[in-house]
């Protein structure tokens, strides 16, 4: 169910944290300012991510230091293709999502409305140890939007970064202006979900508006040194025309520039979208086709099994500098500030010597405070 929800009152526990980003309307209800839904609270409700809620006067976030799991995931995975490649990255999300996609993948945990979803835990501290402990180079905020956790998203980051390891948001990008700047001050690198390219699909199909993700994807480049790529799944019949792709893959070129790197990744059925068909190869390499043509440098093909498409070449000289059969790296033709070996052009990215090693492994951990 969408919308405000009352719940029973809880005993108090260290996972109920204040919040600043909220304010108090006339007929005393508190309205959460952290995205553009801006949930408008009586006592003892909850907004549509169901993790902040209306309590004592306040907007408070009910899942601090809770996690639905973590996870050990090479960083392409996420993905970011040039960002550390060949890392490990501690993956992990809390519960609740601010958009409603009818396609989520993640749906389990994103439309949460039951806090046992949160099985393990952990502080700030504790993340930032256990990255250091397992030999990641990063953590990843990440399965469900770390813009409803942001609290618990920035103290990790403040704690990974004096410990030497890197923060990652994976989001939708569906955040206001002031918890936005706070937001990424503390982040080294995002991949943002572009879902669409239309008003429409965003209203009928994600319950968000298109224009507020391009104002983040916008203030990302020109505000703030973070590394970021975007991602957009198509979805047959709702994303994937050519003119919507062709308009997309201009507004990247002419906005963003031709640096950012894009992936084109497939759809396949899932919660409230069960009737539509997986998405073709085929749809992947024309989106691919139309996005070069339009100017993009790195653009990538995922969920299908195609090393063409998942593999860096160089805008230089046009060798292939990174090769990538799913997330495994093989043939590595830069140097270790991430120039290419035949030409010297630089690739953009964050690159730090030789590539790491991590491979396709995908480690679960179980990180509980005894």
Not at 214 to 237: N, Q
Request: overall charge neutral; some cysteine; aromatic content about 10%.
């Amino acid at each position: 169910m969408d919308g405000p929800q009352t719940l029973p009152p809880k005993a108090a526990d260290r996972s109920v944290i204040e919040t600043k980003y909220w304010h108090t309307l006339d007929d005393g209800r508190v309205q959460c300012d952290v995205c553009p839904r801006a949930c408008k609270l009586r006592e003892g409700q909850r907004g549509l991510c169901f993790v902040r809620g209306a309590k004592d006067g306040q907007v408070k976030l009910f899942t601090y230091g809770r996690s639905s799991g973590f996870c050990v995931d090479p960083i392409e995975k996420k993905p970011l293709n040039h960002f550390l490649p060949g890392s490990s990255v501690l993956s992990f999300g809390t519960a609740g999502c601010n958009l409603s996609c009818k396609f989520c993948q993640n749906w389990d945990m994103s439309k949460s409305r039951e806090m046992d979803t949160l099985a393990d835990s952990a502080r700030p501290g504790d993340l930032a140890e256990a990255a250091s402990r397992l030999g990641c180079a990063s953590v990843a905020f990440t399965y469900n939007d770390p813009v409803v956790f942001m609290e618990y998203a920035i103290d990790t980051a403040q704690a990974c970064r004096e410990a030497g390891v890197r923060s990652v948001a994976v989001t939708a990008g569906y955040m206001c202006a002031q918890p936005r700047a706070e937001f990424y001050r503390h982040m080294d690198a995002a991949n943002v979900d572009l879902k669409g390219f239309t008003e429409r699909f965003y209203y009928k199909i994600c319950g968000g508006e298109l224009a507020a993700v391009l104002e983040t994807l916008e203030y990302l480049k020109r505000e703030t040194t973070v590394w970021f790529e975007i991602t957009t799944l198509l979805i047959p019949g709702e994303n994937d025309s050519d003119a919507e792709l062709d308009l997309m893959t201009q507004w990247i070129a002419d906005k963003l520039g031709p640096d950012v790197p894009l992936h084109f990744t497939a759809f396949h059925p899932d919660w409230k979208m069960l009737d539509k068909p997986r998405t073709p190869p085929a749809t992947l390499t024309r989106a691919r086709r139309i996005a070069l043509a339009n100017g993009l440098h790195f653009v990538y093909m995922g969920n299908v099994h195609d090393s063409e498409g998942g593999s860096t070449y160089c805008p230089g000289c046009g060798r292939r500098v990174i090769e990538r059969d799913w997330y495994q790296l093989g043939d590595w033709q830069l140097t270790g500030s991430g120039a290419c070996r035949n030409c010297g052009s630089r690739i953009p990215g964050v690159f730090a010597g030789a590539p790491g090693h991590w491979g396709a492994r995908r480690v679960g951990v179980r990180l509980a405070r005894r």
